[in-house]
Structure formats: structure tokens, C-alpha cells
């Protein structure tokens, strides 16, 4: 085997990501792992760190949504013994996923607050990793990537590809997060404002938990698409209806008159949540699931919550449970919806076609094979 690997760093904001190749330590430390990656995908998120919208220390080897193959685990633990998330035998050669972040277990928001996702320590690969120190591969967009101790590792069932799992990638994973803090009532009324894979991925998980009636607003044409083959009964194409009032319209009457009982916004646009705050009846709850990047401010009136009685909740990333969740949900009959979802897929040379590809919004999801 090798003693290097090739690695894609963002090493400046707005500035095409460069191939480099970085020292592999054979032997890993107990409860560590090294992964060979055989798939990445490029996520939205990967295009706000490039444009420097999130806190960052450059240089990074991004990649936070990813498959390998595990080739070695730390010495010190037993042969056989090892398991994964689950519980379940892991052993080299097995292909597996796992979480991008870890928690510290220990903290005010870990231990007091039961919020593991704001953990104040919490590190994800693919973001939080200076690619300078010392295992330096910490990102999925990777020959190889080295799994620190405490990382929640799933093995893969055999009948799901890699690609259904990127394919749904960490927008489904946040979706289902999102719905465990703002959940629907069964039979529920749902705008889904967006139609990225946030979007599509809010919509798929409102199906399966009882939504009566599915409104996906957003574009270009051939992602509505999608959202109808993902679940949405009717789809509201920004496009054909350019203002907010317009679509506000459409709404009311799809939802016989007062609104949408949950919204979700799923956009990243500062404004689309004034329009989601007009979407839902009184009373309604709206879940801002969308606005990741911090893309700016925006002057709203603080009144239409009061007046209508708004739920507003945020929620953020996901916890290692929810990626156990999106594993079941995908083998439960949505595996090929997501995997067809996968429309590119890139070399790592060739990974800033596929940075670009994801910016420009052209086809479905992008992945890289390293
Ligand atoms: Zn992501
Ligand atoms: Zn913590």
C-alpha cells in the first residue's frame, strides 16, 4: 500500500481547490480507524465554506458526507470484537459510513442541555480540520481519511449502495433532526419552501411521517420534478410565480384557505423566511432548516409571529442517531429514489467541476469518486 494519499484542500476562500498529497501513519491509535473512501459527496455546504460563509481554519480537506471501506482498525482492541454504532460486528473490509461530527460528551450543551449538535467542542470532518496538523486527512474528498476514537461508524447493509446514501447525504440526515424538533401532527398540511436536496429531503420525511398534502415551492423545473417523484402533491415554480403574494395565493388555496399547518423553510435565502412566516395558518409551526451558511440579514415584522401565533424552530446538523435513522428510512423503500438522485460523479481531479456543478445547480447531486 501507498504511504501517501491525495487529498482536495480549500486553501482560499473563492479559490479552486487544490490536489495535494499528504503522509499516511500506517499504524492508528486505539479506537481510531482508516478508511479508504470509495465515495463523497459534494454538499451545498461545501459551497458556502468555499465562498467563506462559516467559520474556517485554512487549509481544509473538505468532504463531510462519505463511504469507505475500512482497512484498518486501531490496535489494542480485540480482533472480532469490534462494533459499530449499532452494536453490530464491524471488521476490516467492511463498507461503512459514520457520522461527520463528534460530540464531547462532556459539556454544558452535551451533558446539561441534551443538544450534542451545539456541543461546544464538537469537530466534523470535512470542515473543522486543519489539513497542516498531524494525521492532516480529516475530509472525505480523500484517497483515505482517518476516523479519530469516538466517531459513530455504521457498517452498510449490503443492499444499500453507496450511492443512495449519498444521494441522500447529510440533507436527509438534517431533515430528520429537523422534524424530531418541530414535529408534524399526522395528516398535517406542509410547505416545503425549496426544492435542494434539504428540500427534497424535508419532503420525502414528511411523507413518511403522515403529511396529508405535500406544497413544494422552488426551481428550476427539473428539481420540481423531483419533488414530485419525492412526495410533493403540488409544486409552485418560482419561476412561473416570481412573487411572493403570487405563491402565497397558491398556498391558500391548495391548503383549503389558511395555510399550511408546518413550513419548512429548506432555501438559504435570508428573505425566503419572511415569505415562509405568510405560508402557515395560525397557529403554525416553522421550522428554519435552510439557513446553514450565514448569508446575511434581513428586516422583518415581528408582529406576524405574534399575531399569528407562530412556532418559529431552528434546528442544527444531526446527531449520530438520526444518520441510524436515515439508514433505516433509505432501506425502507426510499434507497432508489436517492440513489437516482446521484446525476454526476467526478475523479478527484477533477474535483472543482464538481464544486462548480453543485454552485451552478446543474442536475441532481454531485459526487466524487476518489
Ligand atoms: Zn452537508
Ligand atoms: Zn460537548
Known sequence: MSETARAAVLEGFNQPLAVRTFPLALHVEPGAARVRVTMAGVCGTDVHLWRGELPLSLPVILGHETTGILEELGSGLNPGLNKDWRGEPLEVGDRITWASSIACGECFYCRLKSQPTRCLSRKAYGISYNATEAPHLRGGFAEQILLRPGTAIFRLPADLPDQALLGAGCA?????????????????????????????????????????????????????????????????????????????????????????????????????????????????QFLVLGQYGNAGNISFNPHTVTRKQLRVVGSWGFEPRHLNRAIEMLQAGWKDRFAAAVTHRFSLDNVNEAMEHTRAWRGGKTVIVP
Open 172 to 284: 436527509l440526515t438534517t431533515a430528520i433532526h429537523g422534524m424530531e424538533r418541530a414535529p408534524l401532527a399526522w395528516r398535517d398540511i406542509v410547505v416545503v419552501q425549496g426544492v435542494g436536496p434539504v428540500g427534497l429531503a424535508a419532503i420525502a420525511v414528511c411523507r413518511d411521517a403522515g403529511a396529508s398534502r405535500i406544497i413544494a415551492i422552488g426551481g428550476p423545473r427539473h428539481r420540481l420534478q423531483l419533488a414530485r417523484e419525492f412526495g410533493a402533491d403540488v409544486v409552485i415554480d418560482v419561476a412561473e410565480f416570481p412573487l411572493p403574494e403570487e405563491r402565497r395565493q397558491i398556498v391558500l388555496k391548495e391548503s383549503g384557505g389558511f395555510g399550511a399547518d408546518q413550513v419548512i423553510e429548506c432555501v438559504g435565502k435570508p428573505e425566503a423566511v419572511n415569505e415562509g412566516l405568510e405560508l402557515g395558518r395560525d397557529g403554525a
